[in-house]
């Protein structure tokens, strides 16, 4: 065994334990938080990051084979392409009193690769584009109820699902997101389906009816594509008249340049999308049928920072990259085969875990007990090996087959370690610190 890194001496550890003491939480991100990898052994900051590479403060070096900045960046970090149009859109000026041209022609080239939409607007965040999605939807149909199925942010309108009794969310994405300082009043308004349950869908509109004016859902996230479960969403939206939204903040530009939808002939009203289009800048759009997308210019929706220079340039280089290279088939490719690697490396090692999400995410699922416990001890072996790896892996054009068989050699070291411990109950003897979060929690 060959251990790289001494995971007990780190200032990015340090500096994440100063933080929380002057940033609540540490920092704006639950998924970006240590406790949620390696509590107290993380590194926790980056000096750099450049294709998968990413090096600490301390200068230690890891590979990404993680999450990638969140799915952000689907190119590599510091994609040269991308900060190359970047860097100039600075240098000629990311601000002023006009608009940047880039935002019409980053509404004009979404809406040629979705030709079933009319209109688009622009935000930086993903949450903060569902919401004017679920406010724009509403303001068309003038109904107050969402039925929502995945994760949407962290906004008032979602997060009211979890008042009173706060495990609505627990089955979406993360558990125990808390709704302290959501009004109450906003209780009922937004009401959970699960993937795949068309028929809880059929309940939920026939106990509100004629209430539902907004139906939200991920078109795929850990479970393989459901056609025919968006194909009866479909339908279900179209009878009572309700606002189909895609959120394609996660599948989107993953498979294909925008939206995964494309792939299917299933066409929701609006679709929001986000992360992977600016690989590393903010941007976010909502494009959608004019008939809906009017109804935004009767409710204020407006923001300084939407406007700015750098996101647009960004996504229409990504954009560039994805058509040119075509890097949603990259991705696909790419990610199928490291999944039939990793269930076979897992099959030979008789550990129960399945290997399912998108293809240019797979997501190791453990269904032995004490999953959290190895989920741990893995992201811990693996880091003192040089590998940023959790149970979740984005992949990018920077994963080449050299890095994937790497990381595939020291993944089955660790696995098979990890087998061994879980055979003979000393699975808790490894771990060197404590156990990761799997969601939501106070920190202090
Ligand atoms: C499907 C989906 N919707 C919304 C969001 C919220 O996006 P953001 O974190 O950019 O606000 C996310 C983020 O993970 C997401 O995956």
């Known amino acids: 065994m060959t251990n790289h890194i001494n995971i007990h001496s780190n200032s990015g550890s340090s500096l994440w334990r100063e933080s929380k003491t002057i940033i609540p939480g540490g920092n704006q991100l639950l998924s ?13 900051y980056y000096k750099e990051a450049r294709g998968i590479e990413v090096w600490d403060l301390d200068d230690n070096h890891y590979f990404d084979m993680s999450i990638m900045g ?10 040269e392409a991308v900060n190359s ?20 022609e980053l509404a004009k080239k979404l809406l040629e690769l979705h030709p079933w939409f ?37 906004h008032d309108w979602y997060i009211s699902a979890n008042i009173d009794d706060g495990s609505h969310l627990n089955n979406q994405l993360l558990p125990g997101l808390a709704p302290n300082g959501v009004p109450k009043v906003l209780k009922g308004t937004a009401i959970p389906f699960h993937y795949g349950q068309a028929q809880e869908l059929r309940q ?10 907004v139906i939200i859902l991920e078109v795929a996230r850990y479970k393989t594509v459901d056609v025919d479960f968006l194909h009866e969403v479909r339908d279900i939206a ?3 008249g309700a606002v189909l939204i895609f959120d394609e903040i996660t599948s989107g530009f993953r498979a294909c340049p925008g939206g995964m939808h494309r792939l299917f002939e299933i066409k929701p009203d609006v679709a929001v999308l986000g992360k992977a289009m600016g690989n590393g800048y903010p941007i976010a759009a909502v494009v959608g049928t004019s008939d809906i997308m009017e109804a935004a210019q009767d409710t204020f929706i407006s923001s300084t920072y939407w406007t700015e220079r750098i996101g647009f340039t960004a996504a229409l280089e990504v954009i560039c990259q994805f058509e040119e290279n075509n890097v949603g088939d990259y991705l696909v490719k790419t990610g199928k085969e490291l999944k039939v690697r990793l269930q076979s490396m897992f099959a030979a090692l008789s550990l129960d875990i399945e ?25 811990q072996e693996m880091l003192k090996r040089g590998y940023l790896a ?30 061994a411990a879980v055979r003979g109950d000393s699975l808790v003897s490894m771990l060197e610190g404590p156990i990761c979060h799997s969601g939501f929690k106070r920190l202090t």
Request: glycine share 8%.
């Open 32 to 44: 970006k938080r240590s406790e949620m990898f390696l509590p107290d052994l993380w590194p926790s």
């Open 70 to 79: 969140i799915g952000t960046c689907p190119l590599g970090y510091a994609n």
């Open 85 to 104: 149009a970047v860097k100039t859109a600075i240098d000629k000026g990311s601000m002023s009193t006009l608009n940047c041209h880039e935002e019409v």
């Open 118 to 154: 009319h209109q688009a607007r622009f935000a930086r965040t993903g949450g903060e584009a569902c919401t004017i999605a679920v406010r724009t939807a509403r303001a068309a149909t003038g109904k107050d109820k969402v039925a929502f199925c995945g994760y949407h942010g962290w």
């Open 204 to 213: 939920i509109v026939d106990q509100n009816l004629n209430e539902i004016g």
């Open 238 to 240: 179209t009878e009572i």
């Open 355 to 379: 290997v399912q999400g998108l293809d240019a995410g797979p997501a190791i699922m453990i269904k032995e007990d004490d999953a959290l416990e190895i989920k741990t001890v893995f992201t």
């Open 390 to 419: 959790s149970t979740l892996i984005y992949l990018s054009t920077a994963h080449n087959n050299e890095n994937l068989d790497g990381y595939l050699q020291t993944a089955k070291e660790v696995w098979t370690t990890i087998a």
